[in-house]
């Protein structure tokens, strides 16, 4: 490895002293051995850059946050924007729907079909590249603040779970990966174990949507019916 004139005073610099170097640093931070180790290694061997301009330094840039609409909530049946009021929090299943549907209330503001969007779930689930996860975290705060959508603090943010084999082979949940770090910024609970995956499905993307409701019918179960009793459960998923 040569680091040219990257150095300390325009001189060139040895690579394992910047190697040790950064390590120490890091481990008085309070991370661990070999996570610090795996980090390291991992930004050396392939810098992080935004998903959608390739700018370094950041999975997804402010530059391409601003590029990107922000939906409001809407009915999660008919998909009519329910704006928040008094009453009414944003987002809330319409009258007419509330016989179709179980849930309450859902807010999903990115497009799939949204570049940055897009490229950043398939870098967090393909690519495996756990950083994606606070950067789809974090627009997705920002998209809460934006619509004034409350979140109750004493809510249990619960990640749709993976089928055990698929789960094992991925190394990790994203959708977990998700609901911690929002959990972390907004100060609500996370519980992942609430949930489990009973049925291996079919991938989701390709089925129309009568294939995907057959697909997941069945899918999941609760694992503690007492701990969910009178609780607002708020589903997390990508």
């Known amino acids: ?6 150095g300390i005073g325009g001189q060139k610099c040895n690579p394992v002293l910047l190697f040790e170097t950064k390590l120490t640093l890091w481990k ?29 330094d950041a999975h997804l840039c402010s530059g391409c946050v601003l590029t990107m609409p922000i939906w409001a909530p809407a009915c999660f049946v008919c998909k009519k924007i329910v704006p928040a009021d008094d009453a009414i ?6 009258r007419p ?17 949204h570049p940055a969007i897009r490229a950043l779930i398939h870098d967090l689930k393909y690519r495996r590249m756990r950083g994606a996860a606070p950067a789809l975290g974090d627009i997705l705060i920002t998209a809460l603040s934006f619509y004034g959508v409350s979140l109750p603090r004493d809510a249990f943010l619960v990640p749709i779970p993976l089928y055990p084999a698929r789960a094992r082979v991925r190394g990790f949940n994203q959708a977990h ?10 100060g609500i609970s996370v519980c992942a174990d ?30 503690d019916s ?11 998923d990508d």
């Open 177 to 186: 990966l998700l609901a911690d770090h929002i959990g972390k910024e907004l």
């Open 226 to 236: 007492a701990a969910v009793a009178n609780r607002t459960i708020i589903l997390m």
């Open 28 to 56: 008085n931070k309070g991370m661990g051995f070999f996570s610090t180790i795996e980090t390291f290694t991992l930004d050396l061997l392939f810098p992080i850059s935004c998903a959608r301009c390739g700018l370094e």
């Open 1 to 6: 490895l040569e680091t040219g004139n990257h």
């Open 97 to 113: 729907c509330r016989e179709k549907s179980r849930i309450y209330a859902s807010f999903s503001p990115y497009s799939y079909d």
């Open 194 to 223: 609430l949930l489990k995956k009973i049925k291996n499905t079919r991938p989701q993307m390709q089925l129309s949507r009568d294939e995907r409701l057959k697909n997941v019918s069945n899918a999941f179960a609760v694992s």
């Open 89 to 94: 929090p944003a987002g809330r299943t319409c």
